[in-house]
């Protein structure tokens, strides 16, 4: 077990470009989450993946994000045309529902 | 909405003392609670989850509680060390909900 891996840790990117994180899950696990803390805050939830079905995404926070998991392994976060206010740490948690949600390293964005 | 609360923001305790993290939570319609800690720039990692049927979980020096009724979780750790310097989270996860509800968590500080 591994654990849950996160690429890139770092992005910088300027104002207007599209982005993608990767996140691979513990392997056994049918649960995978997004989810985007800021400074000083806990994380806030922004979509969820059983298997390869995406089961709530209501929580993205606007129509220039999107997440795929394509054949229920690993995922991707996509933000398109990217903004300051989008400048946080995104995380990825996987689980094998109902039991412990377990986080890798984050990938750290910064929008200039 | 369900909103999670944890009070002190931040304690400094000298090493050696037993302390105890409070999380409090608006909706006791939860499912289960977790305990985080978060190091500076890092991701979460899972300390203790409680089911909504159980009152307590233990690990090692960590000892969570769980009060359903009256929406109150509490962390304690005993004979506190400068390694348990962190960020505490407390997140839920509602009955019929997927995701974590998270506080805004205590930053923790053991002086040596």
């Known amino acids: 077990d591994t654990g849950v891996s996160q690429d890139p840790r770092h992005k910088i990117t300027k104002r207007g470009q599209n982005v993608t994180f990767r996140c691979d899950p513990i392997?056994?696990?049918?649960?995978l989450y997004w989810y985007r803390q800021t400074l000083g805050q806990g994380p806030e939830f922004l979509t969820y993946?059983?298997?390869?079905?995406?089961?709530?995404k209501s929580r993205l926070l606007s129509d220039r994000f999107s997440a795929e998991r394509p054949k229920g392994s690993f995922s991707t976060l996509e933000i398109q045309r990217t903004e300051q206010g989008d400048s946080a740490m995104y995380l990825c948690?996987?689980?094998?529902?109902?039991?412990?949600?377990?986080f890798g390293p984050g990938t750290r964005l910064t929008v200039l | 909405k369900q909103e999670v609360t944890q009070i002190p923001a931040a304690l400094s305790v000298p090493e050696g003392e037993n302390l105890v993290l409070n999380c409090s939570f608006t909706?006791?319609?939860?499912?289960?609670l977790q305990w985080f800690r978060q190091d500076p720039g890092k991701g979460l990692t899972s300390l203790l989850l409680?089911?909504?049927?159980?009152r307590e979980q233990t690990s090692g020096r960590l000892n969570a509680s769980l009060d359903k009724s009256s929406g109150r979780s509490t962390l304690y750790i005993a004979a506190s060390q400068p390694g348990d310097s962190a960020t505490y989270l407390c997140?839920?996860?509602?009955?019929?909900?997927?995701?974590?509800?998270f506080g805004t968590g205590t930053r923790l500080t053991v002086i040596p």
């Open positions: 997140a839920v996860v509602k009955t019929g909900a997927n995701n974590l509800f």
């Open positions: 392997s056994e696990h049918n649960r």
């Open positions: 993946f059983q298997n390869e079905a995406q089961l709530e």
């Open positions: 909706d006791s319609a939860i499912y289960n």
């Open positions: 409680i089911q909504s049927s159980q």
């Open positions: 948690a996987s689980s094998l529902f109902p039991d412990t949600q377990y």
